[in-house]
């Protein structure tokens, strides 16, 4: 029994009135939380910590695999699509470490055969001959931290590696791996128009099959938050963001999803499965869960820091929170993933995720389509350009009658879910 942490803090919140009935579960995703990074960026507010000391890589994913065990009842007899080991840094792990996890995984979990595992990477811990050993393991697609090929904004945002760096980790990876992901950010502190594009065009040089394009935010809870550097302004940086649009649709990029830029048939599956309103179990400290039932949506949360992590894990669960997501809300949670993808979602997709008829939405895809900022048949909905600049805007006329209204802004693109 290990030492008494932090008092337990398991929460079960009460659904919303109504029921779900779903006809057929929709695809599983596993999401796997690596939470150690050589050093915190000061714009990230990820479950990240600095790894103070050895990488207790062994015992790590000793619990991973228990997590697993104990939440297999909940998702019994369902075939999994895609892995994504995110962080945190996964890169740090040895490539030993991501081979005897994903034996586990198969070994307890019915994988496709064309199941997508992608692990992130950081440059600055990239070695030869360990990439060479995350591919033999399993692991084939590869998304990169770059954020920029600039060196005075790659220091200016904290990171660890710098542009030669870079450069080295996209050749090193283009050995082994022909499905990558490159990370990049504009909008930087003092960074020119000219230098977003540099940016762009260098990341088109390197022929990766997918871009994934995030403008600065100041995140609560982060360094920049408290300490902001200084920021663009608007005009500058919905410059940079057409002008970045424009060069991909050039280099034959699809804007298929708010911040995501893909060759054809080369769209991340893991992230689409998020947008589609898909399922996902998470496991590992701090990670989220969606999983479907005939009867209801759940939604889970595992404890944070990787202490607690393993010391509620040891005690029977992981879990932090769980919750019900309440009919009234699944228009709202349904639209907040979809309405991100360009080509929005098919009509009938609606009912099969939440198990309501899209009449459930009526109103507010009607005041919507009367905005101008979405178009809609009876085969599909998707957002306008106006609704996708305005993304915001376009969410808050779904959200519950109870919800306090958003203060209205133009969205800025996100991260992939957690």
Known sequence: MPAAGPISTRVALPASPGEVHLAALPPL?????????????????????????????????????????????????????????????????????????????????TLDADCEATLEANPGTFEA?????????GINRLSIGIQSFNPAHLKALGRIHDDSEAWRAIEIASRHFDNINLDLMYALPEQTLAEADADCRAAISCGTSHLSLYHLALEPNTLFHTQPPPLLDDDLSAAMQEAIAARLSAAGFANYETSAFAQ???????????????????????AH??????????????????????????????????????????????????????????????????????????????????????????????????????????????????????????IQPLRPLR
């Open 264 to 286: 054809p048939g080369r769209e991340c599956r893991h992230n689409l499965n998020y947008w589609q309103f898909g399922d996902y179990l998470g496991i590992g400290a701090g």
């Open 129 to 137: 001959e360990k990439f060479r050993d995350y591919r033999a393991a």
């Open 29 to 109: 995703a596993l999401y796997v939380h690596m939470p150690w990074c050589v050093k915190k960026c000061p714009y990230c507010d990820f479950n990240s910590h600095e790894l103070r000391g050895a990488l207790a890589d062994e015992a790590y994913a000793e619990a991973l695999i228990r997590d697993l065990e104990h939440a297999l009842p909940l998702i019994w007899g369902r075939r999994v699509y895609s892995i994504f080991f995110g962080g945190g840094t996964p890169s740090l792990f040895p490539a030993a470490t991501i081979d005897r996890l994903l034996a586990a995984f198969r070994a307890r979990l």
């Open 289 to 410: 869960s969606k999983l479907s039932f005939p009867d209801r949506i759940l939604r889970q949360a595992r404890f944070k820091l990787p202490k607690s992590y393993a010391e509620e894990l040891a005690n029977g669960s992981a879990v932090s929170q769980e919750q019900a997501v309440g009919v009234r809300d699944l228009p709202f949670e349904f639209m907040m993933n979809a309405l991100r993808l360009t080509e929005g979602f098919p009509v009938a997709m609606f009912a099969e995720r939440t198990g309501l008829p899209i009449s459930a939405a009526a109103k507010p895809l009607a005041q919507a389509e009367e905005r101008g900022l979405i178009e809609r048949s009876h085969e599909r909905i998707r957002p306008t350009p106006l609704g996708r600049r305005f993304l915001n805007d376009l969410l808050e006329l779904f959200l519950p009658a109870s919800v306090p209204a958003k203060a209205r802004a133009p």
